[in-house]
């Protein structure tokens, strides 16, 4: 329905060259728990790339070439924000650490685009729909002082939670983790990285809604960002 071919492949392909990088211009990480969450959320995700020579040089190529697009979802958007050393524009992203609400959320939430240069996100600022969470540790947590404003200065907040007046959340329920300034999303400075953690994946027909307006007959606005991707790459 974006006109885009998935092709399915996991570290284990990548480690033992059966795939590589080089072969693709649209990488998504998704979610699923990797690794078990060993060393933290994505944790031990990342350290099979950071800590293995052939795999960061193949990472740190991809993320560097300027014709490919990236998409990290819940467990993916926590490994690309660890790699985020290897991602060009990203020097004020957060790390994802665990729920203030101290339980894994697993259910729908309002999200808002904000204006960002996300090629996922293009043309969809100010839209506000609903969205599949489904995370243990999502709150979004920055390592030094000054990163949070530095981001929003950027314009690299992609998406945030809402409640249902259209402010941002920074209150459970609405906001389902405790991140500040409700961020559900953000973005690389030249916009071709998008990590979210919420998943846009999991709610792209209408019908997946329990309420909808009367003109959502066949697509949910999330199918909006694959169709973006497929538009970006031309």
Known sequence: RARLEAV????????????????????????????????????????????????????????????????????????????????????????????????????TTLVQVGESPSAFFSGMAGSRFPIAVAHGEGKAEFAAVGQIDGLQRGGNIALSYVDNYGKVAEQYPQNPNGSPMGIAGVCSSDGRVTITMPHPERVTRAVQNSYRPDDWTEDAPSLRLFRNARHWLG
């Open 8 to 107: 399915e492949g996991d570290m284990t392909d990548l480690l033992a060259g059966r795939v590589s990088l080089d072969e693709f211009n649209v990488l998504v990480a998704c979610g699923g728990f990797s690794y078990g969450d060993v060393l933290g959320a994505g944790g031990g995700w990342a350290k099979t790339i950071l800590h293995n020579d052939k795999m960061r040089a193949a990472f740190a190529a991809y993320f560097a070439r300027e014709s490919t697009l990236s998409l990290g979802v819940c467990n993916g958007c926590q490994m690309f924000s660890l790699l985020h050393e290897l991602i060009p524009g990203t020097e004020n992203w957060p790390r994802f650490v665990r729920n203030q609400s101290e339980q894994f959320e697993g259910r």
